[in-house]
C-alpha cells in the first residue's frame, strides 16, 4: 500500500470514528451473530492472546476479551488514532484490565512472529487496498493451531440497505468517491471462492466459509438517514461536503428507493457476510 493510501485510510477512520462511537452499539449489535460466529471459530481460551484487526470501536474482540480470561489478553488495533481512542473508552466502560488498544496497520502487523492465538477480523478486511498482506501477516503471526476468522460483505443486490445512498448520490448526477468493487471497496471481496484463494495463498490450509443472512432494520426514513449518512465511510464524508441543498436533493432521491423495504415497524433490509475460518499448521 503507499503512502496517499495509508494517509487517506488514517484520515477516513478518524473522521468517522465519532459516529461510529455513538453508534457503536447498534452497528454491532445489527450483526452480532456474525461477530459470534468470528469469535466461537477463533474459540479463544483462558490464557491466550488474541488480535483484533480494524476493530473500529472494538466490540467483536471483546467478546473474546471476556473468554481469555484469566491471564489472557486481546490486543484491539485500528489505523486510526480515533477509533483506537474510541475502543480503549469501551474497554474502561466495561472495566475490563486485559485488553491493549494499539494504533496498528492490518497490513503491516507490528508484533513479533508467533506471538498470538487468534486473528479477528469483522467487516475490516475488504476494506484494505492489499488484503493479501494483511492475511499474510496474520498468518505470521500466529502460533502453530492457532486460528483466523474474518467476515466480508456479500454481493451488493444481498445488502440493499449499503447501497441505496450511493444510488441516491448518483441520481442527482454526482459521481460517489471511490470503486466499491475495487480492492478497498466494501464490496471487493464478495466471492466465496476469491476468500478461499487468498487465505490459501497466506499458507493457510483449507479454510472453512459460509454465508451469513441477517436484518437491518430501521423506523422510520430519518432513523435510515441518520444512521447512513454519519457511518458510511467516503460516502458520509462526500455527503458532509455538500451544501444543503444537495444533501436534500439527495435525500429526496432517496426516499422512494427505500419503499420496496417498508414494513409495519418501519423498513427492514435483508443483509449478506461472508464469513471464513482457517488454521494455522
Known amino acids: 500500500m503507499t503512502e496517499p493510501d495509508t494517509e487517506q485510510m488514517k484520515q477516513w477512520s478518524d473522521a468517522l470514528s465519532a459516529a461510529w462511537e455513538r453508534n457503536r452499539q447498534r452497528l454491532f449489535e445489527s450483526q452480532r451473530h456474525v461477530s ?42 485500528d489505523l486510526g488514532q480515533g477509533m483506537v481512542d474510541a475502543a480503549q473508552r469501551g474497554v474502561d466502560e466495561r472495566g475490563l484490565t486485559n485488553v491493549e488498544c494499539r494504533v496498528m496497520d492490518a497490513q503491516d502487523i ?46 451488493p443486490d444481498r445488502n440493499p440497505w449499503m447501497m441505496m445512498l450511493a444510488m441516491a448520490i448518483m441520481e442527482k448526477g454526482h459521481t460517489p468517491p471511490g470503486n466499491p468493487f475495487e480492492a478497498g471497496g466494501p464490496f471487493s471481496l464478495p466471492d466465496p ?26 423506523s422510520d426514513f430519518d432513523d435510515y438517514w441518520n444512521l447512513l449518512s454519519a457511518v458510511s465511510g467516503p460516502l458520509a464524508l462526500f455527503i458532509a461536503s455538500l451544501p444543503d441543498e444537495g444533501v436534500q436533493g439527495i435525500r429526496a432521491a432517496l426516499e422512494p428507493m427505500l419503499e420496496p ?11 449478506f ?9
Not at 480494524?54 to 484469566?70: C, K, S
Not at 498470538?116 to 478486511?125: A, M, N, P, S
Open 110 to 155: 507490528d508484533l513479533p512472529d508467533a506471538s498470538v492465538d487468534g486473528v479477528l477480523c469483522r467487516f475490516g478486511l475488504m476494506l484494505m487496498p492489499e488484503p493479501e498482506r494483511a492475511l499474510a501477516g496474520a498468518r505470521r503471526v500466529l502460533r502453530p493451531h492457532g486460528r483466523i476468522a474474518y467476515a466480508v460483505w456479500g454481493p
Open 261 to 271: 423495504f417498508r414494513t409495519d415497524q418501519g423498513y427492514e433490509f435483508p443483509t
Open 273 to 281: 457476510a461472508v464469513v471464513v475460518s482457517a488454521s494455522s499448521r
Open 36 to 77: 459470534e460466529w468470528l469469535v466461537d471459530h477463533v474459540d479463544p481460551q483462558p490464557g491466550q492472546t488474541i488480535l483484533e484487526l480494524a476493530a473500529g470501536p472494538g466490540e467483536t474482540g471483546f467478546l473474546a476479551a471476556e473468554r481469555v480470561q484469566p491471564g489472557g489478553k486481546l490486543i484491539s488495533t
Open 193 to 218: 471462492e476469491r476468500n478461499r484463494e487468498l487465505v490459501r495463498a497466506a499458507g493457510f490450509p483449507e479454510p472453512e466459509v459460509q454465508e451469513l443472512t441477517g436484518v437491518m432494520g430501521f
